[in-house]
């Protein structure tokens, strides 16, 4: 017959131990799963001010290239309105088809479209726009070639913030020939 070992592991005895996780070391990872979960909130949450900011500013720069792509198809200018600007509940851009070719937007114009940037973007709202001498330029008429009719080049809008958000503001600078780009101002 067989004798048992003093100190050793019967068979029996390995057979009938489960494998697992003790409760302590389940609730460390927890703890440390809750910790890490607590970063990455703190992170999107100081993301998502920036980056409706940026969806603001590549809106308007949007906004430039589908009337620089409406002069073209249509053959005939289009003109680009800042709305309200300096309005952080209402500011707003249009772009309209110059159907009776007056550089100015009246009752003959098309509205092609338009879209409220503080609707879109909350708390994101565009603050001035000017051209390269710091005048006002709250429409913009591009021809039928795409270019810019007029006025001193470039254009700068200025899409801004009412939230702390670094960079706190952007800068749409548009050139003569009508494309724009995205530029964040320190």
Not at 122 to 128: E, F, G, N, S
Request: net charge positive.
């Amino acid at each position: 017959m067989f004798r048992s070992i003093p100190g050793a592991k019967s068979p029996s005895n390995a057979m009938n131990r489960r494998g697992g996780f003790t409760m302590v070391e389940l609730m460390v990872v927890i703890a440390i799963m809750a910790i890490l979960g607590a970063i990455a909130v703190t992170n999107l949450t100081q993301a998502f001010p920036r980056m409706r900011m940026e969806g603001a500013a590549n809106e308007v720069v949007s906004m430039y290239q589908y009337a620089r792509f409406e002069a073209a198809r249509r053959n005939r200018p289009a003109i680009v309105q800042l709305q309200n600007l300096g309005n952080v509940s209402t500011c707003a851009i249009a772009v309209y088809v110059d159907e009776n070719r007056s550089n100015t937007v009246d009752t003959g114009d098309t509205l092609s479209k338009t879209v409220v940037i503080p609707t879109k973007y909350p708390k994101a709202y565009i603050a001035t726009a000017v051209d390269g001498s710091a005048v006002a330029a709250a429409i913009v008429v591009l021809g039928s070639d795409g270019v810019i009719k007029g006025g001193l080049m470039p254009v700068t809008v200025t899409v801004d913030s009412q939230l702390t958000t670094s960079p706190n503001q952007y800068q749409v600078i548009v050139g003569r020939s009508g494309i724009a780009r995205v530029a964040a101002v320190p």
